[in-house]
């Protein structure tokens, strides 16, 4: 079947990777001139697949009149009367519930467990040194004794988490010794690593291009779906028309302009967070770790060390420069020998497209042959590869059911 992939980020192209993969004839459009031009390209490099622990939740629902009132470094949520972010917030509230919270938490576990299973498939399809992963574990660290307690009770008979004391966070993580915070421990996973996202698009989009003759159409930006007869789907883009059998949306932030002109809406709300990419020093983390209290997260990348965080709604885009230094200025106090933070800075500032629940929306939409995996949130990585196997699979019955229908009306 002749499938179009809209948006080259980590869902667009890994989605075009497994639908590749089953056999279909796969072309990927973006308004970018490569892969990875848009919320995929600098994130914090984390495959989080152990903590994926959604952010509505009752925790943030107590702390929501300090994101609002802008006094929560990590986050900060400006008041707007946009309807998108009005609707959007009505949504989240109702999300912050234990439980929907819990509901949420086990729909992202579910994908991230098929992400990390996915992930290992593409890792030895491709066997390739481009994409080993560079970040050994993860630790989430536990900066107060409730945090610590709390870790203790959730980590409790499962296989991928081990709770650590503090002596025993340092002995995974040896530079944590300099942590210059107080740490109570942490949660230890195992399966969780790191990749620089833009090499992980490259390389599978090498491997679509070489393996599977797949087409990239770069600098084109999406207008409109139709859909002809016969069913044929017309993608128009302002260079040029692609006739395919279906499509899958993967528009990270945007895909709401074309979703509104099919007649479907999805609360998805851009939060813009930034990262920061510095040299590796011989101090620096081989584990990735993540400082809930600041929310940052440290991923190693080789020669490299990416730090990334902030959850910013509404903010006066002339501000982004200032919250990329306040992003260094904060990653340098607590932990000035993960990285060199006298050599050059890599400052860089996107979007997360989040929906209230935290949890992305993937599938079949009520027109025929058009298809959605959008909505991922600050965990669009981590969930790329889990996302892409499912919609090949719903796509795989879609087709197979299809051609089943037209034998019997033959
Ligand atoms: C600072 C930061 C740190 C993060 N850290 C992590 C992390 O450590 N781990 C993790 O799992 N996730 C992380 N994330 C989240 C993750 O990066 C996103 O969820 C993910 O990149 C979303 O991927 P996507 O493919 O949906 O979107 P994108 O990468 O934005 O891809 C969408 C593509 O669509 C294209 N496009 C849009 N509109 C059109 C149009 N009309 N026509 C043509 N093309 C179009 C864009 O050019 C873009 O290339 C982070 C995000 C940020 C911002």
Not at 2 to 28: E, F, N, P, W
Not at 266 to 272: A, E, G, N, S, V
Request: hydrophobic share 40%.
């Amino acid at each position: 079947m002749k499938i179009c992939v809209l948006g080259a980020g980590v869902i667009g192209v890994s989605t075009a990777y497994m639908l590749a993969r089953q056999g279909h004839d796969v072309s990927v459009i973006d308004k970018g001139m490569d892969v990875a031009s848009g919320a995929s390209h600098a994130n914090g490099a984390q495959l989080s697949y152990s903590y994926v622990d959604p952010f509505a939740s009752p925790s943030a629902l107590r702390k929501l009149p300090a994101y609002l009132a802008g006094i929560d470094p990590a986050i900060k949520f400006g008041v707007s009367l946009k309807a998108d972010y009005l609707k959007w917030g009505v949504s989240f509230l109702s999300e912050c519930t234990s439980k929907r919270y819990l509901k949420n938490l086990q729909a992202r576990t579910a994908l991230a467990a098929l992400s990390c299973e996915t992930m290992s498939l593409i890792e030895s399809d491709l066997a390739t040194a481009a994409i080993a992963r560079t970040g050994v574990g993860k630790i989430v660290l536990a900066s107060t004794a409730a945090e610590y307690e709390q870790m203790k009770k959730t980590s409790a008979g499962r296989a991928d988490q081990t709770c650590l004391n503090i002596d025993e966070c340092i002995a995974v993580e040896p530079s944590l010794s300099s942590w210059s915070k107080a740490i109570y421990g942490g949660l230890f996973a195992k399966d969780d690593s790191a990749l620089d996202p833009t090499v992980y698009c490259q390389t599978l989009k090498t491997a679509l291009v070489d393996n599977f003759d797949a087409t990239f159409h770069f600098g084109q930006t999406i207008q409109d779906i139709q859909t002809a007869s016969h069913n044929q789907i017309i993608i128009k883009t302002d260079r040029a028309d692609h006739s395919c059998e279906a499509v899958v949306i993967c528009l990270g932030n945007d895909p709401r302009k074309l979703l509104k002109k099919l007649d479907m809406s999805l609360p998805i709300y851009p939060m813009q967070g930034y990262s920061l990419t510095l040299n590796a020093i011989g101090t620096s983390p081989k584990t990735s770790i993540t400082d809930l209290q600041n929310k940052i997260v440290f991923a190693n990348l080789g020669d490299k060390i990416r730090i990334a965080g902030f959850l910013d709604a509404n903010q006066n885009p002339n501000g982004a420069k200032a919250r990329g230094q306040q992003l260094l200025k904060i990653a340098r106090e607590v932990w000035p020998n993960a990285a060199d933070f006298d050599g050059p800075v890599q400052h860089w500032t996107h979007f997360r497209p989040m929906m209230p629940s935290g949890v992305p929306v993937i599938g079949a939409t009520k027109i025929p042959g058009v298809y959605v995996n959008v909505g991922h949130g600050s965990l669009g990585y981590t969930f790329a590869a889990g996302s892409a196997m499912k919609i090949a699979k719903d796509i795989g019955h879609a087709f197979k059911n299809s051609h089943t229908q037209m034998r019997r009306a033959q």
